[in-house]
């Protein structure tokens, strides 16, 4: 005689298979709108590298009217120091035509920093001068903005500043800064967020 029983029981297991419980389909639908967001959730233009790692200071006027520079914070502490788009020497005939880092006591192109203690770094106030930008019309002194450790200077925009011009946030950037905690929160009292100085500048 045949055990009726039996194939219930695989049908029931079958059953389970095909169908699974509701709880276990809703942590799965759950876990797939994790995993692949809507697409009508994502924004028209993708964040940019600067936008997704660092975050967005400025400091307007810095020292001299027109003088507006950015301070880009990475959340490992770093600074990049770099001209806002706004700054006076973009406004000049022909845009940033050479970049000098010979500035101060010291050429900073030529600073050479080594190791994980930053050997050979120099300290300098925010209103250190890093180098100086030249247009056709006139010269500008780019400053430190905080105080840190210079780490590195982009040395490329002697041979090609007009990245300057075309990629200040990015390539073009001046310096890289290591400011101490202190001194960081310090600086950051006295600088503008994005928002802020969208608003100041308008743009």
């Known amino acids: ?25 809703h942590e799965g ?15 028209l233009i993708p964040p940019s590298a600067v936008e997704s790692n ?9 020292i001299k009217p027109g003088h507006d520079q950015y301070v880009y914070r990475h959340a490992n502490g770093l600074c990049v120091i ?5 700054h006076v020497a973009f406004k ?3 845009g940033i035509t050479a ?5 101060g006591r010291s050429d900073r192109s030529v600073l050479k920093v080594t190791g994980k203690r930053k050997k050979n770094a120099q300290q300098f106030e925010p209103n250190t001068a890093l180098c100086k930008v030249c247009t056709n019309d006139d010269s500008y002194i780019v400053r430190c903005c905080v105080k840190g450790s210079l ?21 073009g950037y001046v310096a890289i800064i290591m400011p101490k905690p202190a001194d960081w929160l310090k600086a950051k009292g006295l600088l503008l967020g994005l928002e802020e100085y969208k608003k100041l500048r308008d743009c």
């Open 92 to 94: 000049d005939s022909g």
């Open 1 to 25: 005689m045949k055990d009726n029983s039996v194939d219930d029981i695989d049908k029931l297991d079958s059953s389970d298979q095909n169908n699974p419980a509701p709880q276990q389909q």
């Open 54 to 62: 660092f975050v967005s200071y400025f400091a307007p006027d810095f």
């Open 151 to 171: 780490l590195e200077v982009n040395d490329r925009l002697i041979k090609l500043p007009g990245l300057l011009n075309s990629l200040a946030d990015r390539e």
């Open 29 to 43: 639908d759950g876990l797939h709108r994790l995993l692949v967001p809507d697409a009508r959730d994502l924004p």
């Open 99 to 103: 970049v000098d880092f010979n500035v």
């Open 82 to 86: 770099g001209l806002a788009p706004t």
